[in-house]
């Protein structure tokens, strides 16, 4: 017989390599999972943070049926109940209800509801329509920006919001 103690090093050395290559590719693919967890729990923050606002907002929409709408401020009624946006934050009255709003747009418009039976009788609706975007504050201009932007991506939302009608 053949001495083959060279077969036996050459197949730990190929072992080894192996060894190394699968447990970078676990590596890699741990981190990938778990920057993408941070990613989803960072959203729920924000999500949060609608909702707090949708709850209160949308009590008083459906209390009142007239409402003086600005950009960033919401008037209802004979100016008992008020929304702004304050910084980063929204306040209802002096209350803030909202945090780490970055931007917040209201908008008013109408909408006629035609009935089939009767096309010329119908009922307008008075909407208003609410666009937040809720999130970290991107430090633009760094090599951090980017970064920023993948795993902190704001939570946009808009909704139109009926105000009472009868």
Do not use: C
């Amino acid at each position: 017989m053949k001495n083959q103690n060279g077969i036996t090093l050459i197949a730990l050395i190929v072992y080894i390599i192996l060894a190394t290559i699968i447990i970078s590719i676990f590596a890699y693919m741990s981190t990938n999972f778990f920057s993408n967890v941070d990613i989803i729990k960072n959203q729920d923050i924000y999500a949060v943070e609608f909702n707090k606002f949708n709850m209160f907002f949308i009590n008083d929409v459906k209390s009142y049926n007239e409402a003086t709408v600005e950009p960033t401020r919401i008037t209802f009624g004979n100016g008992s109940v008020v929304y702004e946006l304050r910084g980063t934050d929204i306040y209802r009255n002096e209350t803030k209800i909202a945090s780490q709003i970055q931007s917040v747009q209201f908008e008013e418009s109408e909408y006629k509801a035609v009935n089939d039976d009767e096309p010329e009788a119908g009922i307008t609706k008075k909407l208003i329509n609410v666009h937040l975007s809720i999130g970290k504050k991107i430090a633009e201009g760094t090599s951090q920006e980017n970064l920023d932007k993948n795993i902190y991506q704001r939570f946009n939302k808009t909704i139109e919001y009926v105000l009472k009608y009868w």
